[in-house]
């Protein structure tokens, strides 16, 4: 690894003996921005697509929770890429830091070739037969997330970056080549979708294509930097051939993760499919909605991925006063901050709604979603706050535990039984929305229940001499 500069060794010292607020904000305003600028990437396609029609703006809504689904996986492995970057620099231990990322990185990469060859496979039954995708709808979803997989090796890369280089605490560098991501995308997207010039006019399929030629520029000008020692980690082609002790620590702590996120892609599918029964607005109107709650999520991310840095490099350190108190500190501002957030999108959700589409129905739906659904978005906090002092010191069974409990009985169940009058009331798409807040809601005081334990605070590496790390369980 290449030797570290004073920013990156000042933040070190800021994580194990700073002040815990200013550090969670010094490390969070890029995640912060990073996030704001990944939700461009969907607030964009539908800005443009609610030009086209609501069932140009349904297609990408109903076909993202099967793209999830695999992708979910990645987000799941690169866990154990900040999980063991970060105890080992808080350890102290560059070299192991830097065998880390290579592993996880080609790890993640060979995954996701074997991902976008079966998503592609799959993707229809999943579509007709698990969703009930609308007749309307199903050509253009299909067509939307086909191309999608076919950029997955180059998100996948993406993604294993991002999550290394956040393990060292450098938060600045992967918003950075997100920006540049985004605004080539928002550059191609009306290009490629309306066709004007030279330009093929695609429809829903250019605003895939455009998200894939975006992402795979960033993917590019990550793996340039992990190897040209132009930043803290400094990759080797040797670095990149698997070994199985390195593996066997990779899929203890990333599969829990990966079962998890994936969990929670297939309850989103399931949750489409009953919200598809309902027709196309309530599908439209909870897309848009959606995407109006990512806001909200932006300040979620921006706690939680510091969160687990900190988290990681503390256990790592064995400083488990100071990461128990960063943990707490951390759940105060989330639930403040995300309340008042709420209230702000509660008050403006027409106009908010307004700006993405001008269909009275899809307004009307999708502020009565909203008018539900926000309020248990602080409790939606706590449990990704929890998940990230979980997965910062390696433990990534109790988040996997929860977000199957959150999505599959809570979600999914509450909502079909509410929506569709199992137990004698039917309340359709106010039956949806109220089975969402449950499960944020019942997750958000499990998950803190779960932190209150203290079973996080065992660090599951193992430093050795000359030899790959042993981890000690998850």
């Known amino acids: 690894m290449r030797k570290r500069g004073t920013r990156v060794d000042r933040l070190k010292d800021d994580i194990l003996n700073g002040p ?28 443009w697509l609610g030009k086209i029609g609501k069932v140009a703006v349904a297609a990408p809504t109903v076909g993202f929770p099967v793209v999830f689904l695999l992708i979910s996986l990645g987000f799941g492995f690169s866990i154990a890429g900040v999980s063991l970057v970060s105890q080992h620099t808080g350890a102290g231990s560059e070299e192991n830091a830097n065998k880390a990322a290579g592993q996880v990185l ?68 992967p918003m950075i080549v997100t920006g540049v991501s985004v605004a080539t995308n928002m550059f191609l997207d009306p290009l490629l979708i309306f066709g004007p010039w030279f330009f093929p006019e695609l429809g829903v399929a250019g605003a895939a294509l455009a998200t894939v030629l975006s992402r795979g520029l960033a993917s590019f000008v990550a793996v340039y930097l992990l190897f040209s020692g132009k930043i803290e980690i400094h990759l080797g082609v040797k670095d990149l051939m698997l070994k199985l002790r390195w593996v066997r620590q990779i899929v203890k702590i990333g599969l829990p993760s990966a079962i998890g996120q994936a969990g929670t892609a ?40 510091p969160l687990t840095t900190m988290i990681g490099q503390n256990i790592g350190a064995q400083n488990r006063d100071r990461a ?14 995300l309340l008042t957030l709420a209230l702000l ?15 009275p129905a899809v307004v009307e739906v999708g502020s009565r979603f909203l008018s539900i659904f926000l309020w248990s978005i602080p409790f939606f906090g706590v449990f990704r706050l929890s998940s990230s002092v979980f997965r910062g010191s390696g433990h990534t069974r109790p988040p996997m535990v929860l ?50 334990t203290g079973s996080w605070k065992e660090r599951t590496i193992e430093e050795t001499t000359g030899e790959e790390p042993v981890s000690r369980g998850v």
């Open 345 to 359: 999108i509660f008050l403006f959700r027409q106009p908010l709604f307004r700006v993405f589409i001008d269909d």
């Open 266 to 305: 297939v309850g989103s599918i399931l949750l489409m499919g009953l919200i598809s029964r309902l027709g196309v607005v309530p599908v439209s109107a909870y897309g848009i909605g959606q995407r109006i709650i990512r806001l909200l999520n932006v300040a979620i991310w921006g706690l939680a991925a």
């Open 20 to 47: 815990i607020i200013k550090t969670l904000l010094l490390l969070g305003w890029p995640v912060i921005i990073s996030n704001a600028l990944q939700m461009l990437y969907n607030l964009v396609d539908t800005y």
């Open 324 to 337: 128990s108190s960063i943990a707490k500190r951390a759940y105060g501002l989330s639930f403040s901050v």
């Open 106 to 173: 080609s790890f993640m990469f060979i995954s996701s070739v074997v991902l976008s060859a079966i998503g592609f496979g799959v993707a229809p039954g999943l579509l007709r037969v698990l969703m009930g995708v609308p007749e309307d709808v199903f050509p253009k979803a299909l067509t939307y997330i086909r191309i999608i997989f076919s950029g997955l090796p180059l998100m996948f890369s993406f993604f294993a970056f991002r999550a290394l280089i956040r393990g060292i605490g450098d938060m600045i560098t």
């Open 403 to 452: 977000s199957l409990i959150r999505l599959l009985p809570l979600r999914v169940g509450v909502s079909y039984i509410l929506a569709f009058g199992i137990i004698g009331v039917s309340l359709g798409t106010d039956g949806i929305w109220l089975g969402l807040f449950t499960s944020n809601f019942v997750v958000g005081i499990m998950a803190f229940s779960w932190f209150l």
